[in-house]
């Protein structure tokens, strides 16, 4: 299994910016996959988690700024982040594991060692 996410970089307050994470190795579309952020000092945060069956859950910190989705035929997860503030500076990470809707929720809140793949992060700053 491999996540690869992709599209971090530099952005604007008020910008927007796209990240992917491409997923090989294991059947995609029956896994929970979540967002996480990492800023310097502080723990790993989950911030957006998608089930299988496209049930969607948002941390109150992007909840209505971010959008997590997935394109299954091409085995890919995004995160669209609009509104962009400098408090989303952080390395992103995509996470994933066969994880019914319920523990997915729980990995993403507060035990993000259940989620047993992860992609290698992708550092976002805003300025």
């Known amino acids: 299994v491999q996540l690869v996410e992709s599209g971090g970089g530099s952005g604007q307050t008020g910008g927007s910016l796209t990240l992917s994470c491409a997923a090989s190795?294991?059947?995609?579309?029956?896994?929970?996959m979540a967002w996480f952020h990492q800023s310097p000092g502080k723990e790993r945060e989950g911030i957006a988690a998608?089930?299988?069956?496209?049930?969607?859950s948002y941390a109150d910190s992007v909840k209505g700024r971010f959008t997590i989705s997935k394109d299954s035929a091409k085995n890919t997860l995004f995160l669209q982040m609009n509104s962009l503030k400098p408090e989303d500076t952080a390395v992103y990470y995509c996470?994933?594991?066969?994880?019914?809707?319920?523990?997915?929720?729980?990995?993403?809140?507060?035990?993000?060692?259940?989620?047993?793949?992860w992609g290698q992060g992708t550092q976002v700053t805003v300025s």
């Open positions: 190795g294991y059947t995609y579309s029956s896994y929970c």
């Open positions: 996470a994933s594991d066969r994880l019914n809707w319920g523990v997915c929720l729980q990995a993403t809140a507060s035990r993000p060692q259940l989620f047993g793949y």
């Open positions: 998608i089930g299988k069956d496209g049930v969607i």
